[in-house]
Structure formats: C-alpha cells, structure tokens
T-cell receptor
Framework: GAVVSQHPSRVICKSGTSVKIECRSL??????MFWYRQFPKQSLMLMAT?????????EQGVEKDKFLINHASLTLSTLTVTSAHPEDSSFYIC?????????????FGPGTRLTVL | EDQVTQSPEALRLQEGESSSLNCSYT??????LFWYRQDPGKGPEFLFT???AGEEKEKERLKATLTKKESFLHITAPKPEDSATYLC?????????????FGEGTQLTVNP
C-alpha cells in the first residue's frame, strides 16, 4: 500500500519549452500533495503544497507562474515547468499525504530528472 | 523556527559493524517525526513514524527511537544493501497541510 508514481521518470527538453510532470497516488486518496526539488547531495526543498480543488500554496521564492500546479482529483497532481531554462534542471519529487493515516505520513514518488538544454 | 539537524553527514561502516544515526530537532511542539531512506536517483522511501518520547519502532536491522530532543536510527549488523541516505523529518504541531521540515540527511556506506 501507499504507492506514489511519477511520470515521466526522466525528461530532456530544449530551453523555452514547457514540461509537465504527473504525480499519482495509486492506492489511496490524497487531498494534499507536495512538490519538492532536490539538488545533488542536498536535502529536499519544498516548492509548493497542492490541495485538491483549490489553488496551490507556494514557498517563498518559488515563482507560481513558472511552476504551475494543478490538483484536479484526489489521486493526481501535475507540475508544469513553463518556459524551462537550464537552471531549472533538477530532480523533482512529489509526495502525497494519506489523510486516513493518524499522523498523515507522506509517501514519495520515484522522482523526475529534468534536463533543460 | 523549526530546525532539524542530522549527524554525522556521512558514515562508513564495515559489514556487521553496528552504529547509530542522530536527528536533533527543535520545534514548538512535535506532531510526528519521520525517517526515510533515499537511494541515489530515487524518491525517499518511508521507514518509520514516531510521535511520543520513549517510543521505539523496528524494521529488520533498523530501530528508531525518540526522546524530547532527538531521535536515533540504530543499524544492527548492517549489510551493503543498507547503504543509502537516511533522512529525518518533523511535523510540528499546528502545521497546516502537513508541511515537513527535513534534515540534511546522513549518507551511509556499508562496505562488504
């Protein structure tokens, strides 16, 4: 149980294009999902909190017009990196909160490696 | 401000050499403390939730303990497949939306 998938696992795109990453909770419903970014040998940096049916909450310094988040259902959240540039190259990881668990554990997806040329 | 500090940053062990990883935290009130394991190029894998001082959880060669100021992840007779980065995270009381605060992680290498 508590499986989260991400698609794609790896994407290479040209500068200026947009990239969409999907995050799905496969065996539980997630009213809240989270999007993280991780640089090499560093810990996870929270970018935004995605709430089903409402607007995402972005962390300070994260451009909401660049990183578009949509949480259309209880099992799916998407992150779109718009007009990607080389500095957006990173490892993006989503997590989903299982609201039926007492302490709201978060379960993470396998991550998406984005490379912008 | 909530803070999580993990030590050591990196740890090398020989197979079978037991040791402990430390996670010190400062929060106004603790709702839960979580341990994750992360392999290179993958997302973190959930290991344990601890929520009250004195609590212990075990899974195979791993045992997590909690006090009011820190948590330990004890690794007994580790094997090379235990090599990974171990992350500690806290969920403070009153946190809306379950926003976690992560430590920087401990990179564990177990040599055969």
């Amino acid at each position: 149980g508590a499986v989260v998938s991400q698609h794609p696992s790896r994407v290479i795109c040209k500068s200026g294009t947009s990239v969409k990453i999907e995050c799905r909770s496969l065996d539980f419903q997630a009213t809240t999902m989270f999007w993280y970014r991780q640089f090499p040998k560093q810990s996870l940096m929270l970018m935004a909190t995605s709430n089903e049916g409402s607007k995402a909450t972005y962390e300070q310094g994260v451009e909401k017009d660049k990183f578009l988040i949509n949480h259309a259902s209880l099992t799916l959240s998407t992150l779109t990196v718009t007009s990607a540039h080389p500095e957006d190259s990173s490892f993006y990881i989503c997590s989903a909160r299982d609201s039926k668990r007492v302490y709201n554990e978060q379960f993470f997806g396998p991550g998406t490696r984005l490379t912008v040329l | 401000e909530d803070q999580v500090t993990q030590s050591p940053e990196a740890l090398r062990l020989q197979e079978g050499e037991s040791s402990s990883l430390n996670c010190s935290y400062t929060v106004s009130g603790l709702r839960g403390l979580f341990w994750y394991r992360q392999d290179p190029g993958k997302g973190p894998e959930f290991l344990f939730t601890l929520y009250s001082a004195g609590e212990e959880k075990e899974k195979e060669r791993l045992k997590a303990t909690l006090t009011k100021k820190e948590s330990f992840l004890h690794i007994t007779a580790p094997k090379p497949e235990d090599s990974a980065t171990y992350l500690c995270a806290v969920l403070p009381l009153g946190t809306s939306g379950s926003r976690l605060t992560f430590g920087e992680g401990t990179q564990l290498t177990v040599n055969p």
